[in-house]
Structure formats: C-alpha cells, structure tokens
C-alpha cells in the first residue's frame, strides 16, 4: 500500500510541473492538495480491511474525477470522521449517556463567567454574558480526563509536550498519543473565522501577523485565528473569544517606515461584533490543537496537511464540539481580490447557499502514525522574510501557493 500512495504522490508532483498549468501556479497547488486529500481521506474511509485493488481504484478516480467532485467526496469523508468523533464526545461527557438528539439541561454553572483560555489571547473587548443561552449540562470531567476516554475509543488523543526540534523557538510541539492511520483527521484549527470582508477587525491589521503566529489561510481567503483559544479550558462555555490579554508595550506595532497605502489603511475595526452572545463551545475539545503543530525541522517531512471544512450548521447536536465562531452576524459578503487587496463585490451572499456553515480547518495524516510528534508544512510565503528556523519542504509548492 505504501508504494502505491507514493506511486501516486510522484505522479501530483509531475502534474505540479507541467507547463499546461503554469498560468496559474496557485489553481494548481489548490487542486494538487484536494487531490491528495480525496486520496488519503477515501483510503481511510475503506478501514484497514482495504486491499490493493480497493487502492487502485481510489488512484483511478482520484486521476479522472472533476475537482467538485473530489471536493465533495473530501467533505463527505471528513465529516463522517468528525461525526464519529462527537459521538464519542457525547459519550464522554453528557450525563447517562443520553442521546444527542434528547434535550438537555441548562448547567448550575450556566450563569458563571467564561475563564480566561490557557494563553489568555483573544481580539475585542471583555463583553458581559449575562444575556446568553444556558450550557448543557455534562460530566465535571478535566481537559486530562476527556483526553485520556477519547483515546480509549478513537485510539488517539493528542498532548502537548516539548519539540524535539533542535531550535530556541521550538517550544511545545504537539504529540499525537495513540495510533493513527492514513486519512484520519486528528485536530481542528481552533478559534475565530474571518472572512475577506472583516479583515479590517482582526487585531493589529494590517500588519496582523507582526505579534500573532497563530493565523492561518484558506485558499479561499479565509483567515482563522487561533490566538484566542490558547489551549482550551476544563468546561463547556459560552465562548465568543472576547478577553484581552494584559497590555504590553511589545505589542504595539509602530508605523514609522510604513507605506502611505499602509498608513491609510492600518486602523484596525471595532472588533466587538464575534457571533452574537457566543456559541456553546466544548473548550475541554482533546483535538483542537492543530494550532500547535510545528513546522518539520530539515529532512523531516511533514506527517499531517490542512484541510478546508466546511462543518454545515444544520448539525446543531455537533456544533458545540467544532471549536470556531465566525466573525460578524450577517451573512457572507462577496468579494473580489484584486493583487493582495480585497473589495465587495455586489450584495450579500446569504443566497449561495441553502445551508450556513463554518468555514474551518482540519489536520489529515499523510502517513501512519504511533505515540510521535505532528508537523505540518506552514509553507510560508516567500515573498517575506522567513524565520531563521524556516526549511521549506518544497519550495516550488511555496511559490504556487502565494503565487
């Protein structure tokens, strides 16, 4: 089987390289890494009982499929993967195991403050909650606990641990702890979603990756911040990402040397407007750690990739364990880019779609993975100035990316 996925991966990298595609270097890489993710996520979905003529044929249609087609069939496969995994949460942590299609009751801690995340990082303004819903009740089990369960009954978790990279910065990695095969999702990118129509209230725009290495890009434009999630807490809360951290003279991102283009535009939004009151978030989520992956030092490969999720809002018995909130309560605008700058484009777009969903982020594994560190290629841009602890993995796959 293995020889089979590289046969296929040598075969993405040879596509990368045609000229037929060279008009547009960025399309490309987009459609290499759906392709990918439709071969890794339809492996994981035939199980372990998969044989080579079963892999074959995920090869075969992974080459003649449209890409709407793979795209659909990705999120198909992704969200019966997170489905299983809210329904051992469920498990874990609603009382008498009930169903999570009965109603629920409100918890006596309901009323109570939200507490500060792990990192205490988040945009806005501290906002008072006393006009939210209640919070389902559930078991009074710590972040450890629920970790330790789900690994009984997905057959991993994940723990932060120091990097074994050899460098100042490495800091925590992030460990996967069990096994995990091919195709399986084992994190969500936490935090909140911005759209290209609310960039101008992400903290610190423009510049508003300066002070933040917890962002992270869609192909689509969308952004998604971590920082405010830190790393979770041990309850079920009304979260809408709204407490600051202390002031710190390090924060402050000076203007002098920027453009006159910059300068115009560098007044950050009111960011006050995330989601209404809050949604009822699981913050004891084992799995929303994707934010803490490190990037592989050189002559590692990576073992996980992102994946786009669009997690379909009509899920309402699942929504608590999704750990996003979208910026804004409307509906989403239409947008056009024109170079690095975004502008609307006609009216609202609440009328795409029949269904709302959440514009997020998932890791896939790439390869086999046993009680080991998760790295994902962060392929930054390089049209920036890298950090000094940055090896590109495929410098080529880079350029198409930013391109």
């Not at 610190?204 to 290495?213: I, K, L, Q, S, W």
């Not at 192909?219 to 979770?232: E, K």
């Not at 949604?279 to 084992?286: Q, T, V, Y």
């Amino acid at each position: 089987m293995a020889f089979l996925f590289q046969k296929f991966q040598n075969a993405v990298k040879t596509l990368a390289k045609s000229p037929t595609f060279a008009r547009d270097p960025r399309h490309l890489q987009f459609e290499a890494d759906i392709n990918r993710l439709f071969l890794y996520t339809s492996y994981n979905s035939l199980g372990r009982q998969a044989n080579t003529t079963d892999a074959e044929e995920i090869i075969d249609l992974a080459n003649k499929a449209s890409l709407a087609d793979q795209q659909k069939q990705v999120q198909e496969n992704i969200h019966l993967q997170i489905k299983t995994f809210c329904t051992y949460m469920d498990d874990i942590l609603l009382p008498d195991l009930k169903s999570i299609d009965e109603p629920l009751k409100s918890s006596p801690e309901s009323d109570a403050a939200p507490r500060r995340s792990g990192l205490g990082l988040a945009v806005g303004i501290n906002v008072p909650l006393s006009n939210c819903p209640a919070v389902a009740e559930t078991k009074p089990l710590k972040c450890a606990e629920v970790s330790e369960r789900l690994k009984d009954l997905l057959g991993y978790t994940l723990e932060l641990k120091p990097s074994g990279i050899q460098h100042k910065e490495a800091g925590q990695g992030l460990f996967l702890n069990g096994e995990a095969d091919v195709g399986a999702v084992i994190a969500f990118y936490p935090g909140i979603i911005y759209s290209p129509a609310h960039y101008r209230y992400i903290p610190g725009y423009p510049r508003v990756d300066a002070h933040n290495p917890y962002l992270i890009s869609r192909y689509d434009g969308t952004v998604i911040n971590a920082q405010p999630w830190g790393v979770g807490s041990d309850t079920r809360e009304v979260w809408n990402g709204s407490l600051v951290p202390e002031s710190s003279p390090e924060m402050h991102v000076s203007e002098k040397g920027l453009d006159r283009i910059w300068k115009m535009l560098s007044k950050p939004l009111d960011g006050t407007r995330v989601g209404s009151n809050g949604d009822e978030l699981e913050r004891r989520n084992p799995l929303a750690f994707g934010h803490l992956a490190n990037h592989p030092p050189k002559s590692v490969l990576p073992n996980v990739m992102v994946c786009p999720y669009d997690f379909p809002l009509t899920e309402r018995n699942m929504r608590a364990y999704i750990p996003n909130i979208s910026f804004g309560n409307g509906g989403e605008v239409r947008m056009k880019r024109f170079g690095s700058f975004w502008f609307k484009s006609g009216g609202s777009g609440n009328n795409l779609s029949d269904i709302h969903v959440l514009k997020t982020l998932v890791l896939v594994v790439t390869k086999a993975l046993c009680d080991e560190e998760v790295f994902l290629n962060y392929r930054l841009s390089n049209s920036k100035k890298r950090p000094s602890w940055y090896t590109p993995v495929d410098e080529e796959e880079d350029q198409r990316r930013w391109s």
